[in-house]
């Protein structure tokens, strides 16, 4: 005790006679710096876009490798969903909900699950809603933005801005957006679906742009920007709107921002592969904006993949651009084949090879410093 009382006065004396050139540090224990915590998080899906549909656009295109490739660390990513215990195809609905909540669903469901042993006629009256990435993001005071190629309602940006709700309510999940604080909407679906709620979304803070020039000029902190299509050669596509997001998200306590190429799917869908590259590229130049956006603030988690693989795509090695042909599909719908993912940021380096889907929500909430319910 003595040897203690001994220091510590000798440990005041020197602390008072330097108190005018430093703090007592020595008495505050560091904490060690969390290695996954990121300022920005920036997740970007390629709906149905597989391993094989890069391939393919690099071989049209006659490119070394895509941008997303380029991210240093990369892996592969369970898609499945889940019908009372069992794995199934997935659909976007339930493999965005697992992306956006850390929860396995089953298809169409967007933000909730079913609880399945209960009697029939009490299944729709007791969902079970899980909170998002997206909750996180706005309680920690941080921006967010989710951006569409296809109808902001869709399945894949509604399980980032809406819950309980099954992927058509597409009304019910406009209402939800709008009423969700989100910062930055953006996406197609303008007229059928938020041109009737327009006032609505002017008092709930948003500016309104829906031409390039309306958006190109937008300078509001809150955005929603609205289109019919968006697409590689329309006037509003997916680099744009990346770029834009970006300028507005931009600020001091961070932001969370979901990106999606939602055509790809479409091509894989219809068995067009000059449809798939050319959404895989447009998809991949928008990742090239923010990979620079991750240049200039590398505090910027930025994590790149897709929901599922669309067509049962296969490319054989060595295949020319003139042999790319829409018979190296073999499904229309959805397969079970993992996507892959990569990812570039803090704690990037520690992410396993193979991983679910619904970690992807795990990683975007440590990135946050918390944890999904
Ligand atoms: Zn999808």
């Known amino acids: 005790m003595k040897s203690i009382i001994k220091f510590t006065s000798v440990f005041l004396i020197l602390c008072l006679s330097a108190i005018a050139l430093v703090s007592c540090a020595p008495l505050q224990v560091e904490q060690p710096e969390n290695p996954y915590l990121a300022k920005n998080i920036i997740l970007m899906i390629g709906d149905g876009m597989g391993a094989e549909h890069i391939e393919a656009t690099k071989i049209y295109y006659g490119l070394d490798s895509l941008n997303m490739e380029t991210l240093p660390y990369s892996g592969f990513v369970d898609t499945l969903a889940v019908l009372a215990g069992v794995p199934i195809v997935t659909d976007s609905a339930a493999a965005a909900t697992a992306m956006a909540t850390g929860h396995k669903t089953m298809t169409g469901m967007i933000g909730m699950g079913l609880d399945l042993s209960l009697p029939l006629d009490e299944v729709a009256d007791n969902k079970i809603v899980f909170s998002n990435v997206v909750d996180i993001a706005i309680s920690k005071g941080m921006k967010t933005g989710i951006v569409a190629t296809k109808n902001l309602n869709d399945a894949t940006p509604a399980a980032f801005s809406a819950r309980g709700v099954m992927r058509y309510a597409g009304p019910e999940i406009t209402n939800q957006q709008i009423a969700s604080g989100i910062d930055v909407l953006m996406g197609a679906g303008y007229s059928e679906y938020y041109l009737p709620k327009i006032d609505a979304i002017r008092s709930a803070g948003y500016q309104v742009a829906t031409t390039k020039n309306e958006l190109l000029y937008a300078t509001g902190n809150k955005l929603y920007a609205g289109f019919d299509s968006i697409s590689p050669t329309s006037d509003v596509n997916l680099e744009l709107l990346v770029t834009k997001a970006l300028e507005i998200l931009h600020n001091d306590n961070g932001f969370f921002a979901m990106f999606e190429g939602s055509k790809i799917d479409s091509g894989g869908h219809g068995n067009d592969i000059e449809y798939v590259v050319r959404e895989t590229l447009s998809f991949d130049i928008a990742i090239g904006i923010a990979m620079n956006y991750v240049r200039l603030n590398p505090d910027t988690l930025l994590i ?67 944890t999904l319910p």
Request: glycine fraction near 10%.
């Open 304 to 370: 790149v993949t897709a929901d599922h693989e669309t067509g049962g795509l296969n490319v054989p090695d060595g295949t020319t651009k003139a042999q790319l042909s829409n018979s190296m599909f073999s499904s229309g719908s959805h397969t079970t084949t993992d996507v892959p993912y990569f990812i570039w940021g803090p704690g990037a380096n520690n992410i396993p090879e193979n991983i679910q889907n619904t970690d992807i929500a795990e990683i975007i909430a440590r990135a946050m410093g918390s």
